[in-house]
């Protein structure tokens, strides 16, 4: 397909290159000591997936197109007060959740005139997964409510991830999986990283405990600085491990030798999707303050705030070099196809960098072999689009199995987004996919001119 001159103009952007030495510069000088830094780049060997750097203006919610944002005491025909016994009800105002204009997100718990507590929760729309073999680092710096003794008492600070076929069901926990990396309560200098799984009470994880450790926060407490919670999901070792750390401290670690392989596969052989909540009283904090909380003596308005959340992999068959086989629940960059007529791969200066598919019109197509759906099956269909298609040029994203003539198992429509490099995620609902195919993505519209870039996509079951 011929280049359009305005296509040609825009490619080998220098701007992600650009940001990624920034980036680095400003990890070399202590960034982890000011709030707001740069995400740092991916360590050599790892490829950024996903993150959110929270850099909207002062007073905004953060983005309506990576989080979905909780409100009240429970999800629709959910387990009361989130299953947890947590009291507050949680809003979409901005006095309880917003981004500070300096880089940060801030959630703030908040208790009116007769006692009502309101705090915030907001979970990640994409899931994640590593593909088999390979690992993924979930990672996120992060500053605890600052407060401490009496005046904490109640607070319940965290990052985690739910497993995906929660959404929707919401009577399936623990055995979806659960991983907690990062909690915190009653304003302790402790971070807790904690796996839940199997059945409860009791089970391979011992609910509703889990399988937790903690350890102090190196250096400065955790209330005082931001401190670098990661959590690795190793498949490339066995027994299959999972990592916690604060700080690159390693404090726990919990592998699939330690229970049943249907427990562990039930818990961690399909994608999450990551959460960051403060939540007020429940049964963690009262446990270990051994009273009920919040008490008269807890002091409302002290934030966590969120530097930043990335998402890494590393190695793997999901869509790696050559396109050659993979998990269809990883991640699947584009580039990495396997065959291909009428696109070019070029820069992005999309979140993580690496290349984009471009120049993507009628009749263009690409092949993945070997994609691994399971038995399970895949229902839904994601993917990262951008155009700058002008007004009225549009096209279809279509998915074929194991023929670009095949008819498609289902379609997500593109059309402008406000440029090239401006990114959106797209879901749309597919039919049930199962077992090992080559998949197909054709690229279909009534026009002949350019109408979509495509940097990576993924699958899910819903």
Not at 63 to 68: D, P
Not at 129 to 141: D, L, N, S, W
Not at 362 to 382: L, M
Request: overall charge negative; glycine content about 14%.
């Amino acid at each position: 397909m011929a280049l359009s001159r305005e296509r040609r103009i825009r490619r080998g952007l220098p701007l992600a290159a650009l940001c990624a030495a920034l980036a680095l510069l400003a990890a070399l000088f202590g960034a982890q000591e000011r709030a707001g830094a740069s995400v740092p780049p991916p360590p050599s060997g790892w490829t950024t997936v996903w993150t959110d750097d929270f850099t909207g203006a002062a007073g905004t919610l953060p983005s309506s197109a990576e989080w979905i944002v909780d409100t009240g005491h429970a999800y629709p025909g959910g387990p009361a007060n989130w299953g947890t016994g947590e009291i507050q009800s949680y809003t979409n105002s901005t006095a309880n959740l917003s981004q500070d204009g300096s880089g940060n997100l801030r959630i703030t718990p908040l208790r009116d005139s007769s006692g009502n507590w309101t705090s915030a929760r907001i979970e990640s729309r994409d899931t994640f997964q590593p593909a088999a073999g390979g690992t993924m680092r979930i990672e996120g710096r992060i500053q605890m409510p600052n407060v401490t003794g009496n005046a904490a008492l109640g607070y319940w600070a965290a990052f985690w991830t739910l497993g995906d076929t929660y959404r929707g069901n919401y009577q399936n926990w623990p055995g979806i999986g659960e991983f907690d990396i990062m909690e915190n309560v009653n304003g302790l200098n402790t971070v807790w990283g904690t796996l839940h799984c199997g059945t409860n009470p009791g089970g391979s994880c011992n609910e509703t405990n889990g399988l937790g450790s903690s350890r102090a926060c190196p250096g400065s407490s955790c209330q005082a600085a931001f401190h670098t919670y990661t959590f690795e999901w190793d498949r490339s070792v066995s027994p299959e491990t999972l990592r916690w750390y604060v700080d690159g401290v390693q404090y726990h670690s919990v592998n699939a030798g330690q229970m049943d392989a249907t427990t562990w596969a039930n818990a961690t052989h399909h994608a999450h999707f990551l959460l960051l909540n403060v939540a007020m009283g429940g049964g963690f904090p009262n446990g270990v303050s051994g009273v009920g909380t919040p008490t008269s003596a807890t002091d409302p308005g002290h934030p966590m705030l969120v530097d930043y959340v990335t998402v890494l992999t590393s190695g793997g068959s999901g869509g790696g070099d050559g396109g050659d086989g993979g998990s269809a629940y990883a991640t699947l960059q584009a580039e990495n196809y396997t065959e291909q007529s009428g696109v070019v791969a070029e820069t992005t200066t999309d979140t993580g960098g690496g290349q984009n598919l471009g120049y993507l019109a009628n009749g263009d197509w690409v092949r993945y072999s070997g994609i691994e759906f399971g038995s399970t099956g895949a229902t839904q269909f994601k993917a990262r689009v951008a155009s700058g298609a002008a007004s009225g040029i549009s096209g279809l994203i279509e998915v074929r199995l194991d023929s670009r003539t095949a008819t498609p198992v289902g379609s997500l429509a593109v059309a402008g987004t406000g440029g090239w490099q401006s990114w959106q995620t797209i879901p749309a609902n597919i039919s049930r996919i199962t077992g090992t195919h080559d998949v197909y993505l054709t690229f279909t519209s009534g026009q002949p001119a350019d109408f979509a870039n495509l940097n990576w996509f993924t699958f899910s079951a819903t």
